[in-house]
């Protein structure tokens, strides 16, 4: 079975700073997907950054990036340049198939970006 | 596309009534999801479909609650009889083969 943990319930960072948000994932599987979903208060489950295990490099999706360390079972957001619409829950997941398989979701960091 | 559509966004309703979500996938998907969301036990997944067939309902808890998807544009999620600890956000999500999921905005069901 997969785990995902989120290790920070809540974090806050003033407005345009950079602030990373942690995720460890433990799982058997070599080939596998790693996602970071945001969930603001209207909420709507958003796909923000998406990872395949088999590529080493790391996923960017402009302002959001991730750092992807495969040996160390490690999947961090960085959120570059922060606006106060990135004020949300983000919850990391893991999934075995992209897209046809159940997702393995973390328990969620509640991010506040404070102006 | 509109997205998924789930109905209704909150339904409140009494132990023991019967409850039933509902869900419009995105046309064209073949995955369709069912996940609770509480503050207890965070997301999990109850059931998923792929082509209108049920693939793992292990996370379905009890006999109380089933889902059908009788055609490739709608299904349904039921409980009969509703309890309180029922009370929980529920998404519908759907994907085409090969890409993320994507989720409607959830129906938060309150049972008193």
């Known amino acids: 079975a997969q785990t995902v943990t989120q290790s920070q319930p809540e974090m806050s960072v003033q407005e345009a700073e950079t602030v990373t948000l942690s995720c460890t994932y433990d799982?058997?599987?070599?080939?596998?997907?790693l996602f970071w979903y945001k969930q603001p208060p209207s909420r709507q489950m958003i796909l923000v950054i998406r990872?395949?295990?088999?590529?080493?490099q790391n996923a960017t999706e402009n302002r959001f990036s991730v750092n992807f360390q495969k040996a160390a079972k490690s999947f961090s957001l960085k959120i570059s340049d922060s606006q106060l619409g990135d004020t949300a829950m983000y919850f990391c997941?893991?999934?075995?198939?992209?897209?046809?398989?159940?997702?393995?979701f973390g328990t969620g960091t509640r991010l506040t970006i404070i102006p | 596309d509109a997205g998924v559509i789930q109905s209704p966004r909150h339904e409140v309703t009494e132990m023991g009534q019967e409850v039933t979500l509902r869900c419009k996938p995105i046309s064209g998907h073949d995955y369709l999801f069912w996940y609770r969301q509480t503050m207890m036990r965070g997301l999990e997944l109850l059931i998923y479909?792929?082509?209108?067939?049920?693939?793992?309902d292990s996370g379905m808890p009890e006999d109380r609650f089933s889902a059908k998807m009788p055609n490739a544009s709608f299904s349904t999620l039921k409980i009969q009889p509703s309890e309180p600890r029922d009370s929980a956000v529920y998404f519908c999500a759907s994907s085409p083969i090969g890409a993320e999921a994507f989720f409607g905005q959830g129906t938060r069901l309150t049972v008193v």
């Open positions: 479909f792929n082509n209108n067939v049920p693939i793992d």
């Open positions: 799982t058997s599987e070599n080939n596998y997907y």
């Open positions: 990872q395949e295990a088999y590529k080493q």
């Open positions: 997941a893991f999934s075995i198939n992209f897209g046809n398989e159940k997702l393995t």
